[in-house]
């Protein structure tokens, strides 16, 4: 059956079949489970889901990935139901996706391809598009070389977005080239980057970054916790750019929150290696926000998947606070269940607000363990002086302050790290020899 003209594809969405198998043991739930979220990453793409096929066998094909004769079914079903795309809940191989796209005479994408489409569409700085496209074309050009057939639907629908639509010969070299341009670029966007993060370590501001498994309601918390208006909706992958916002906590010292892409079970390796610039704010953080989806049946899963990504990037050593969002879809004894199971944890509804004072007094507490009480004294007739108070009072917390004509005695813990810094430079050697004389 001939692919549907643009001018059709225009006028109603891409009509989309999902393909699974259940192999190697695995339950048959979660299989489901996992079809479900695939249809939820269809849907954030742009299509609408008319078939889903699910089947059984010891393991996949290695022609086919599914057995033959239910290919044929596949590509029957698809015809009677005006399928335009067949997405499949795994990852493919290339002679697999050349002979499926042969055999079913349509699209054919699998899950790596899908979220790659997802970020293409949602990217936004040029730092977000350049992080895409060099893992779409990390993942793609395998699959390109050789493949007049992949290259001849480049322009339009799911799955050639991005570099697709600059349509990228075959050639190795110049595909290796641009790979190579886009990797530079980026390791300056990291070298930049990690020069943010150190002047902030050096005015002691304490970083504190969410993560979690993507529509955990990151955005939300984010929204909630800073007051800006990150756009944030009931859909997967809508931040894809971090963002990072100052937050003043009740005891007047100040810290940044940073809002990171939602991770995903099987988050494709082409992602994580090109988003690593990005997610590099998490390892250097003080303080991590797990944010969980409380309602999600599903949630030890999300659970462990981003766990896993944590450790890819290193973040695994970073205090962390597990944070169950959406708790206003619990009852009473759901959300009492989750306290007994987890007591460390916060129980919050970033929607409403329920439980995000509490989670700001947890994040004080944490933020504040570098913390030493010190006593210093300081002349208000000195501006470097003065300076240093208004450090105190912003990034410390101040137990008493007593003034004696220009003298002011304080009484304050105040971050280790700032320690440094509200300390007058002794004066050199010399100096203090002529003093002496």
């Known amino acids: 059956m001939s692919r549907p003209t643009p001018h059709r594809r225009s006028v109603r969405p891409e009509r989309a079949a999902l393909v699974g198998l259940i192999s190697g043991g695995a339950r048959r739930l979660d299989a489901e489970h996992s079809l479900e979220e695939l249809a939820g990453l269809a849907d954030a793409a742009g299509a609408e889901v008319v078939l889903r096929v699910l089947q059984e066998r010891p393991k996949p094909d290695p022609a086919t990935f599914l057995g033959s004769g239910k290919v044929d079914l596949v590509a029957a079903s698809c015809a009677e139901t005006d399928v335009d795309v067949v997405i499949f809940d795994n990852e493919l191989t290339p002679a697999q996706l050349r002979e499926l796209q042969k055999r079913l005479d349509r699209t054919v994408l699998d ?12 990217a936004r700085t ?26 001849s639907r480049l322009g339009g629908g799911i799955g050639t977005r ?20 886009l990797a530079d670029e980026i390791e300056t966007v990291r070298r930049r980057r990690t020069q943010l993060r150190d002047r902030r370590q050096k005015t002691a501001v304490p970083t504190v970054a969410l993560v979690g498994y993507t529509n955990a309601g990151k955005t939300t918390l984010f929204n ?17 750019d971090p963002l990072v916002r100052r937050v003043r906590l009740p005891d007047s010292r100040e810290l940044l929150i940073s809002d990171t892409v939602g991770f995903i079970d099987r988050l494709p390796h082409a992602l994580v290696a090109a988003f690593r610039a990005t997610l590099e704010e998490t390892a250097s953080a003080d303080l991590i926000l797990h944010v969980i989806d409380a309602a999600n049946p599903e949630r030890e899963r999300h659970f462990a998947a981003v766990t896993r990504v944590l450790e890819e990037v290193g973040a695994t050593e ?43 007094e947890a994040v004080a507490g944490r933020v504040s363990l570098d913390q030493q009480r010190v006593t210093l004294e300081f002349d208000t007739s000195d501006a470097e002086d003065l300076a240093r108070l208004g450090l105190i009072y912003r990034h410390g917390r101040v137990h008493s302050h007593v003034t004696m004509g220009d003298r002011a005695v304080l009484e304050a813990d105040v971050p280790r790290r700032l320690l440094e810094r509200l300390t007058p430079a002794a004066p050199p050697a010399r100096d203090r020899r002529r003093r002496g004389a």
């Open 111 to 122: 899950r790596t391809q899908l979220i790659l489409d997802i970020f293409a569409r949602r």
């Open 126 to 151: 040029r730092e977000g598009k350049l992080q895409v496209e060099l893992a779409q074309l990390r993942y793609l050009l395998p699959r390109l070389v050789g493949s007049s057939a992949a290259l």
């Open 162 to 181: 991005g570099p697709g639509e600059t349509k990228l010969e075959t050639d190795r070299r110049r595909i290796r080239v641009r790979i190579k341009a």
């Open 224 to 240: 909630r916790l800073t007051r800006a208006d990150a756009e944030a909706s009931d859909a997967l992958f809508v931040t894809l």
């Open 318 to 360: 970073v205090p962390r606070i597990e944070v169950y969002n959406k708790a206003d879809r619990l009852t009473r004894d759901e959300r009492r269940r989750l306290q007994a199971q987890d007591p460390g944890a916060m129980v919050i509804a970033a929607a409403t607000g329920d439980g995000c004072p509490e989670l700001l």
